[in-house]
């Protein structure tokens, strides 16, 4: 398969993401959070279900032979990206919770990290520094309401809301490992195919795991989705779309390679804030837009 495929894939699935994260702030004022977490996976399940069996069925390939291993990294990797989701919202509720949102994107350096301690991932000297640029450029912008970002980002990392970060950064991290260890313990001849299969699993876990937390916890929200079901159905159609995305783009490269220059996302949030809402934005955050585009043109010619 092409080399750089993953680049290509990478940016569409940020795209996907983006818009995602706009669906689901839409949804936020109708549904729970955790409610508006469930569409993302409850409505995309049946779309990353019929991907799969269109690939296997429709196409030809093979079908993939699942094993205890592939199962147990997809329930580590599912189990891993809800936790983090939950920590990430309760930084939130801290009074300085740009702090503890700036250390959760440390998400790509302990990426890097498990993905050569779990699965051998060797990153280049070059890779490194574009990886350590890229985060330092994304915690300044997740600073940018801050009046000295740099003082807070220094000063601020004991700070209970800075750990749950790193805590949340961590489990992101350890989630997108998982699912990269996922696709290769398939060993199928068709990274897309195994990419598509890890997908369909995890989704469907992570549907039944936060289905029956909502069954327990918040029964009322059923009502609420139903209710809401067009919005819903979009925003699991846009997370279905970017996470085939990511899973294909993590099959064929390193989880932090992807992770870095899935960092477009940003850019695109900042053009559209600049261009459409013509919001003017502050030094700090130009800063770090800056640094975020340097990064991704050193992981882009990065030697691998």
Same mark, same amino acid.
């Given at each position: 398969?092409?080399?750089?495929?993953?680049?290509?894939?990478?940016?569409?699935?940020?795209?996907?993401?983006?818009?995602?994260?706009?669906l689901q702030r839409f949804l936020k004022?109708?549904?729970?959070?955790?409610?508006?977490?469930?569409?993302?996976?409850?409505?995309?399940?049946?779309?990353?279900?019929?991907?799969?069996?269109?690939?296997?069925?429709?196409?030809?390939?093979?079908?993939?032979?699942?094993?205890?291993?592939?199962?147990?990294?997809?329930?580590?990797?599912?189990?891993?990206?809800?936790?983090?989701?939950?920590?990430?919202?309760?930084?939130?509720?801290?009074?300085?919770?740009?702090?503890?949102?700036?250390?959760?994107?440390?998400?790509?350096?302990?990426?890097?990290?498990?993905?050569? *301690?779990?699965?051998?991932?060797?990153?280049?000297?070059?890779?490194?520094?574009?990886?350590?640029?890229?985060?330092?450029?994304?915690?300044?912008?997740?600073?940018?309401?801050?009046?000295?970002?740099?003082?807070?980002?220094?000063?601020?990392?004991?700070?209970?809301?800075?750990?749950?970060?790193?805590?949340?950064?961590?489990?992101?991290?350890?989630?997108?490992?998982?699912?990269?260890?996922?696709?290769?313990?398939?060993?199928?001849?068709?990274?897309?195919?195994?990419?598509?299969?890890?997908?369909?699993?995890?989704?469907?876990?992570?549907?039944?795991?936060?289905?029956?937390?909502?069954?327990?916890?918040?029964?009322?929200?059923?009502?609420?989705?139903?209710?809401?079901?067009?919005?819903s159905l979009l925003a699991g159609l846009?997370?279905?779309?970017?996470?085939?995305?990511?899973?294909?783009?993590?099959?064929?490269?390193? *989880?932090?390679?992807?992770?870095t220059l899935g960092l477009v996302e940003?850019?695109?949030?900042?053009?559209?804030?600049?261009?459409?809402?013509?919001?003017?934005?502050?030094?700090?955050?130009?800063?770090?837009?800056?640094?975020?585009?340097?990064?991704?043109?050193?992981?882009?010619?990065?030697?691998?």
């Amino acid at each position: 398969m092409v080399e750089w495929l993953w680049i290509p894939i990478t940016v569409a699935a940020a795209l996907f993401q983006c818009l995602r994260l706009a669906l689901q702030r839409f949804l936020k004022g109708r549904l729970s959070t955790s409610a508006s977490n469930f569409t993302r996976f409850a409505f995309g399940m049946p779309v990353a279900i019929a991907y799969l069996l269109g690939l296997l069925f429709g196409l030809g390939y093979t079908v993939p032979r699942i094993d205890q291993t592939f199962l147990a990294w997809v329930v580590a990797g599912g189990l891993a990206q809800i936790v983090a989701t939950g920590l990430l919202l309760h930084v939130f509720s801290f009074r300085n919770f740009p702090v503890g949102i700036a250390y959760a994107k440390t998400e790509v350096i302990q990426a890097a990290v498990f993905g050569l *301690v779990f699965l051998g991932d060797r990153l280049t000297a070059w890779g490194s520094a574009s990886i350590l640029v890229s985060t330092l450029g994304v915690m300044l912008v997740s600073l940018v309401a801050s009046d000295r970002p740099l003082r807070a980002l220094l000063g601020g990392w004991m700070e209970r809301s800075a750990l749950i970060g790193i805590a949340s950064g961590g489990f992101f991290a350890v989630s997108a490992v998982g699912f990269r260890a996922a696709s290769l313990s398939l060993e199928h001849p068709s990274p897309i195919v195994a990419a598509a299969c890890t997908l369909a699993f995890a989704t469907t876990f992570q549907s039944a795991a936060l289905g029956a937390y909502l069954a327990w916890r918040e029964p009322d929200q059923f009502a609420k989705l139903a209710q809401a079901w067009r919005p819903s159905l979009l925003a699991g159609l846009t997370s279905v779309l970017g996470s085939a995305g990511w899973f294909t783009a993590m099959t064929l490269q390193a *989880v932090a390679y992807v992770r870095t220059l899935g960092l477009v996302e940003l850019l695109f949030t900042f053009l559209v804030s600049a261009l459409w809402f013509r919001e003017k934005p502050r030094p700090t955050e130009i800063a770090g837009v800056v640094l975020v585009v340097a990064g991704i043109a050193m992981i882009l010619n990065a030697p691998r």
